[in-house]
């Protein structure tokens, strides 16, 4: 992986500046360098500074630190809200890739009047005369909208400094391309979720994107939208979203004409090792989660970088749904998601294009062998039949990835107790809370993998390797299972 290794933040102060240069740092295993905390490091407290020696000495040093940490290599540099101000300045960091952080001057006022640096001091009428005097010195840099989260602006930054490439492509049962860079757009038609359209301004018609949109009326919209535009069976979709607007438009699209085609651009991690992979489209009825579905084979075109910009809980669902593969089919993977867990929680680049990649060839290698969810497929229902319980008994008010991580925990305790501690101690490792929702068992009964009294449910022999066991609804049941 190949990216820009210089990287400076420029925006008055407020801006962000700081915790977003921190997590691009942790995220592409770079130093991360806070330019007012070097100049502390040798000159003391930025208010004493001032006090003592005044802005203009106070700019000449903060000038001379920026020229010597510029010549390293590897940096993400968050600067001082005057840095630009300095002819010099501008033009070093001009030769490195410089982002301006944008923000409205209220709101960064709002962010910053209770500080006790030098210019809040000065009062809100200066802090603005400021801001407007250095607009047009920022604005010599691209542009950042930082009203996004933090998680977001990191994501939009890291996805203009790294590199365009093809980390792998597979061709088993369906064609999946996993990569860094942009999307051509020789589509009839995009379907994109609206908060994804928000981050990475990608185009198409937006839909909802969560569990409420995985409904028949959210289906009907998508065959009328399909109806207005014309398409037909050589017509071709592109569906960009999570796996809830994946999955529905999806159902959609393999439902309307009796099929035509689409790609999926999934853009949560989730989505990414999932629920865009094996070709499974499903809705929920009456309460019940994926009780109609469908099968069809798109292709799927995977950027890892659109993970990024999720928050934590969310995005360690993907996480989990792959901790899930390595459990049940590949070893090697959930030894490297144990190693890695810190890195995992940093969302370090290198380490989430690995764990997906792997995700995905062990899904397909599986999916392959059992294309239509007969037999041996059951053993990615680890976790599920208990997790897609507690998701319904809590009327989905706890995430996916919550109720699998628990299921997970419940399921080995129950029929794979050998392994039930290690298992616990990575999902606890991820710092998700995990839950019991103690009448998930009057759930259980709508399992989709319910075969007349029994359950099937994957057991556990080693970790990497797993079969199927038939087990009666009643005795699962009566099971003392706390977590």
């Known amino acids: 992986m190949n990216f820009e290794d210089r990287i400076a933040l420029v925006g008055m102060m407020g801006s962000g500046k700081s915790t977003v240069g921190k997590r691009i740092a942790q995220v592409l295993e770079m130093e991360y360098i806070d330019l007012d905390s070097e100049f502390e490091r040798f000159n003391g407290r930025i208010e004493d500074y001032f006090k003592k020696y005044g802005e203009k000495k106070f700019r000449l040093q903060e000038s001379k630190i920026l020229d010597r940490i510029s010549k390293k290599s590897g940096i993400v540099i968050s600067t001082g809200g005057g840095i630009v101000e300095n002819k010099k300045n501008l033009e070093i960091l001009k030769s490195m890739k410089t982002f301006y952080l944008k923000v409205d001057p209220e709101i960064l006022w709002e962010r910053v009047k209770g500080s006790d640096r030098p210019l809040v001091k000065e009062g809100r009428e200066e802090f603005f005369k400021r801001f407007e005097m250095r607009k047009s010195l ?52 995009s379907i994109v979720s609206k908060k994804f359209k928000n981050i990475w301004n990608f185009g198409g018609i937006e839909f909802d994107d969560g569990e409420g949109a995985k409904d028949l009326s ?14 037909n069976r050589n017509s071709k979709v592109r569906i960009a979203g999570g796996g809830t607007l994946t999955d529905v438009a999806g159902f959609a699209c393999t439902t309307y004409m009796r099929g035509i085609n689409f790609e999926l651009v999934p853009t949560t991690f989730l989505g ?74 940093l ?75 290690r298992i616990k101690n990575f999902l606890n490792a991820l710092d998700l809370k995990i839950e019991d929702i103690s009448n998930w068992k009057d759930w259980i009964k709508s399992d989709k993998k319910r075969e007349n009294d029994f359950l099937i449910i994957p057991i556990i022999e080693e970790i990497g390797r797993s079969r199927l066991e038939k087990i009666k609804i009643k005795d699962f049941s009566d099971l003392r299972s706390d977590i």
């Open 138 to 189: 920022y604005e010599n840099f691209e542009i950042i909208d930082a009203t996004l989260s933090v998680e977001e602006i990191m994501a939009r930054i890291v996805a203009k400094v790294v590199d365009a490439e093809k980390i792998d492509e597979f061709d088993l049962y369906q064609h999946v391309e996993i990569f860094h860079g942009k999307i051509s757009d020789m589509v009839d038609l």
């Open 218 to 231: 959210y289906v009907q919209k998508i065959w009328n939208l399909f109806y207005s535009k014309e398409l």
């Open 272 to 345: 990414m090792v999932d629920a865009s992979v094996g070709g499974k489209f499903a809705i929920n009825f009456n309460g019940v989660k994926n009780l109609i579905g469908s099968f069809g084979k798109p292709d799927v075109l995977i950027d890892p970088i659109y993970a990024l910009s999720l928050e934590y809980e969310t995005f360690m669902e993907g996480i989990v749904e792959s901790a899930k593969m390595g459990i049940i089919y590949d070893k090697v993977l959930f030894e490297y998601m144990e190693e890695k867990v810190e890195k995992i929680k």
């Open 347 to 421: 969302k370090n680049l290198r380490v989430i294009d690995e764990i997906i990649k792997r995700s995905v060839k062990d899904k397909l290698e599986i999916t392959v062998k059992d294309p239509q969810d007969k037999e041996l497929r059951h053993i990615l229902n680890f976790g599920h039949t208990v997790g897609h319980g507690i998701e319904s008994a809590s009327r989905n008010g706890i995430s996916h990835g919550r109720a699998i991580a628990s299921g997970m925990i419940i399921e080995s305790k129950l029929f794979s107790p050998a392994f039930s501690q």
